[in-house]
């Protein structure tokens, strides 16, 4: 598997909401092979704090030339990288893990909620012209109008229609995404492709099993290396012992995890 | 550059064990090397240290098992590892060919464990070394680190010593009152070199939900952090003893590496470094190959201990 | 801001002295308080403690004293102090009227040397409490630390705490095995609390000139850099003893001063942070204010020890 | 004496050289009860690494409102100084420190060399003030032409014309500054302002002792506060001990320090 540990150009800055960032990196390299659900391991400054790389899910390719991550700043890095400028360099490890299996078979069902909706639009991307009849169904689910609107109408630009849920009903549906889903025909053979807060999978995971489902979740842990090396970033699977989610992952079967519900 | 590196004198030896550079990748920090390729031309190292090997497979801690701290990390993988016997038919193989030295780090919960997978370890191919890591707790001695008492640690290196036929390394743990106490104690058990320090033990709580940040509850300081702690002991061990010292802590670049051997270091080994930037170790040792040309040395081995007292 | 930082119960108490807030300054690092007054409402801090104090004035270590380390500083400043009758008829005068309670380090380097300062200082007015450093080398016993051996930390807190009138805490030493040891030590001795962390011993060399950075050769290793090893030691001893613990090191926000006492401290002390921002301390206090009303506690000290383990 | 914790916003920022900077803060507290010879720490980040508040002479104010600050780019903070943009605040303690002492009755000579040229400027200024009708002597050393020039021009601005030497020969004489100061003519009572490195500053106080000249010198150490409470700034003093350069100093009398002739 091809990985690179680049000096990438910022080409792009935007601010989509007070703390919604997409930055625009150039890197042929990356961006020539990177699958949908693959992420970048960012140095987020050039000091020694914070010193960990920070994870991002690839959310865009353009061209093989330039792709994109779309971030929430929630604190010192993404802030740091929230205050980069265009023009400078960022230093990019990747592209890292297994990205989604898309099955073109199936009825297929892109399930986001929060920033988990970043790896979504390189997915959809990809699946349209991949599965070019059987475009997939998008649930999107965030606090508020606000965090949704950008990203909805980035898949309103590939023709997508997106379901909403907000938790203050601003925008859609008033509640929770999987509300959403039931109301949804997503017919006898149908996949998710699912990424967000871990209580909004296990919810995802829940419906799927109930109707024989398939299931494709994006884990999130704390990452130290992103290739194999510090074993930090473990999820609890059904066969005993661990995954690992940067190599093994980031994307499992959600049958494959034990899930614990709280 | 190209040339600089060729023609740069950066051998050290570590026992029987010659080395064409002193920077080696630490314990657990680099994998079983492979994971490497794609940013590092392995063969350019002095050697490569692959993750902590104990007699039984071990699923390791629940997560988290890693979080940031200002200029470190804490882990507690808890010892994750194939146990030896898959190590040999799996992660040996795979490193067949690999054109660097091997060294294996392993661990036990008893003496017993300990000498038993040297044993298992001695008649396979294409091992370097031994590094005995001790700073497990003894389940025996109620848990108490083999680490940090005298005896335990010199009784560990010289049953790992016995049943071994290459160079044996003792990685010391740095919770102790006198570090040098425990060098002494395991060069006297016949250790053919010491390498230091491992992890702080520390801690991280999130204030919000009061938990503890892993899993585990404590786990081990690396990092930029630990280095001054690192490079004080490094210094008072190689006073201590006359074997080898490889220092380890905090170390990411060919400067620090300076710093390590003007302390005495022979040798040293980049840990937490590679998950920063996965070519730190070569970029090290071309930064070392640079420093000798530069400073028109005969080798990098004339800075060994050379620091200069006030 | 003002009505919640009147209003939230930020009291504690270590052993008689009642403190209006658990946030005090460390040693050393807040000079004599009066230097902070620009900065600083010295009456909004719980206590104040000044710098380490000695029998005979010590003129400390020659220059470079202080060095940089990755989220951390290095100091031997080789304790400078007046002597403790200068530290009487000056210091002790300019505190007069300060309105914050008052705690004086001490230090010495015979158990003699520490009682009789301890005796000196009984008969003053305006002291709340005394500190015990003992980190310092014991002379008569070739130079191993107080701080590092049970039965001679327990002598050192015996003596001073039956020559004084106020409340005694003895500061620990992290370069040891097992701080738990030498907490209950100076518990047995009759201390009326402890504080911990004192700074990790470390050192940094310069690669250029090939010495060291410090003239000293080696240092205390302090902020943030430090705070896993201060938190960790600080939940090990908080469970091993049953008087008052207080936490110092790396600690620059409320934040952090949560998670010290959510480890189990009753107070806190504020160091190296006094120098990056000069209103660490005042801030400090503002935010565990603004947190108790937030989180509508009934006071601070509930949270004390309110760690809960996975 | 009063001092501050400030907020202050860079107003702007100047390359005078590929790594000489100069900032102009907006501060009316420290500005307007600045002395010549004091400084101020700064925060070079928000991050906890680099840790410490770096020590910078004032080198100018203006209408009490504004002050400058003129450094070379030597390490991280500085460098991260230097990237700072306009507009931002910096968070600056001062004004720290005692300042030189000015003697309007004796021939007065400020001596600077590299970085030490920096105070010089604030000096001059209000030397011409409290003294109109001594205007100093100005001698200044650097590596070359392309780190004086622009000093040399702020100078002139004030119509101080100054003596200049140069390690390489660039600009004025090839050689130090103690070369230029013997061939002046510096009359019987003389008192120089010293400010620059440590053997020059040596060899400045040698030359004046001889002569029996007054001789003040701005001495810098390793600093962690900045205000007397760390203990990290000592100085050998000739009666003993040690002096604290932030609080007894920076400026010294040189006469009261040890000079170790090496
Ligand atoms: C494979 C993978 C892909 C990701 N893709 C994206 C993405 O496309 N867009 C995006 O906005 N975020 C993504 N994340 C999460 C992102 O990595 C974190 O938000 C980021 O590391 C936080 O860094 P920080 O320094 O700003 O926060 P810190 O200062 O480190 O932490 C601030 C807060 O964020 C929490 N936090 C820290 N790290 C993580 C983490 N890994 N996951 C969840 N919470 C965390 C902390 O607990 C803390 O409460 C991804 C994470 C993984 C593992
Ligand atoms: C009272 C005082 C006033 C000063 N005024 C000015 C000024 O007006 N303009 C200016 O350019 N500099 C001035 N300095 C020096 C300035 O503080 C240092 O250059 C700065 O702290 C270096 O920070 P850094 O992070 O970039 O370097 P670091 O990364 O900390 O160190 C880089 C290199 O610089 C050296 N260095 C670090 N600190 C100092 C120091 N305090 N003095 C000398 N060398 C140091 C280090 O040894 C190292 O070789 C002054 C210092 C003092 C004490
Ligand atoms: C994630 C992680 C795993 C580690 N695993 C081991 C191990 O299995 N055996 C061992 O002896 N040391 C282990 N260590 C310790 C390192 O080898 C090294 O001693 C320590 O991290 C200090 O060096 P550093 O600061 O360069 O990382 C581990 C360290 C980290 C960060
Ligand atoms: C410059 C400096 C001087 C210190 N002097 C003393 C001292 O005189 N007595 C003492 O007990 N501790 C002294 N300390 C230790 C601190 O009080 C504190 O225990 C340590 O720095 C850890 O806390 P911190 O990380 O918040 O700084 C000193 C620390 C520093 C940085
Ligand atoms: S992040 Fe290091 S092994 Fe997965
Ligand atoms: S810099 Fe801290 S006392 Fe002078």
């Known amino acids: ?262 | 550059m190209g040339s600089e590196i060729t023609s740069a004198d950066l051998r050290v030896s570590i026992g029987s064990l010659n080395l064409k550079n002193p920077v080696m990748t630490a314990s657990g920090t680099f994998g079983y090397a492979r994971e490497f390729e794609p940013y590092v031309n392995l063969h350019r190292l002095g050697a490569v240290v692959v993750k902590g090997i104990s007699i039984e497979p071990r699923a390791g801690n629940p997560p988290p098992r890693i979080v940031e701290t200002s200029c470190g990390m804490l882990n507690a993988i808890g010892l994750e590892n194939v146990g030896v016997e898959r190590f040999i038919s799996e992660k040996m193989i795979s490193l067949q060919g690999i054109n660097v030295p091997v060294i294996v780090n392993i661990l036990g919960d008893t003496l017993e464990e300990y000498r038993e997978i040297a044993k298992r370890l001695a008649d396979v191919d294409g091992i370097s070394g031994i590094e005995v890591n001790i700073s497990c707790p003894n389940v025996k001695k109620g848990g108490v680190a083999f680490g940090t008492v005298p005896n335990m640690a010199a009784a560990v290196t010289a049953a790992v010593k016995e049943s071994s036929s290459v160079p044996v390394i003792v990685k010391l743990s740095p919770n102790v009152t006198d570090i040098t106490e425990i060098a002494c104690a395991v060069e006297e058990g016949g250790a053919d070199a010491v390498s230091l320090i491992n992890t702080l033990i520390g801690m991280a709580i999130d204030h919000r939900s009061r938990r503890p940040q892993l899993a585990n509850v404590i786990g081990g300081l690396s990092g930029p952090a630990i280095k001054p702690v690192a490079l004080r002991m490094v210094y008072q061990v190689a006073q201590a003893v006359s074997i080898p010292v490889i220092g380890v802590g905090g170390i990411e670049t060919a400067e620090d590496i300076l710093e390590f051997m003007l302390a005495g270091a022979t040798a040293v080994q980049i840990g937490t470094a590679n998950f920063v930037n996965p070519r730190a170790s070569e970029e090290a040792v071309e930064g070392l190959a640079h420093y000798v040309a530069e400073q028109k040395l005969g080798s990098i081995r004339e800075i060994i201990g050379g620091l200069i007292l006030p």
Chains 1, 4 share one sequence.
Not at chain 1, 49 to 62: A, G, H, K, V, Y
Not at chain 1, 106 to 122: D, E, K, T, W, Y
Not at chain 1, 199 to 224: I, W
Request: with cysteine; aromatic share 6%.
């Open chain 1, 1 to 262: 598997m091809s990985q690179f540990q680049e000096k990438t150009q910022i080409t792009r800055i935007e601010r989509l909401t007070e703390n919604i960032v997409r930055i625009t990196l150039d890197s042929p390299d990356i961006a020539s092979i990177a699958k949908p659900g693959q992420f970048v391991m960012i140095r987020t400054g050039n000091g020694k704090d914070p010193l960990l790389r920070r994870p991002f899910s690839i959310s865009q390719t353009s061209n093989s030339q330039h792709f994109q991550i779309l971030f929430k700043v929630v604190g010192r890095g993404t802030s740091l990288l929230a205050h980069s400028r265009e023009g400078e360099y960022l230093s990019v490890l990747g592209p890292l893990g297994n990205g989604f299996r898309i099955n073109c078979k199936s009825r297929n069902c892109l399930v986001g909620g929060g920033m988990g909706i970043a790896p979504l639009l390189f997915l959809a991307k990809t699946m349209l012209r991949k599965c070019p009849n059987t475009p997939p169904l998008v649930v999107l689910g965030a606090r508020n109008r606000e965090e949704l609107t950008s990203l909805v109408y980035d898949f309103a630009e590939l023709g997508l229609s997106a379901h909403t849920a907000t938790d203050d009903g601003s925008l859609g549906h008033h509640g929770l995404v999987t509300d959403v889903l039931k109301n949804l025909d997503l017919g006898t053979n149908c996949t998710s492709y699912v990424c967000g807060p871990h209580p909004m999978m296990a919810a995802v995971h829940l419906f799927c099993k109930d109707r024989n489902y398939g299931c494709q979740v994006s884990m999130e842990t704390n990452m130290a290396c992103g290739m194999g090396a510090c074993l930090g970033c473990i999820v609890p699977v059904t066969k005993g012992g661990y995954g690992h989610a940067c190599t093994d992952g980031p994307v499992f079967d959600a049958k494959e995890l034990v899930w614990e519900v709280k």
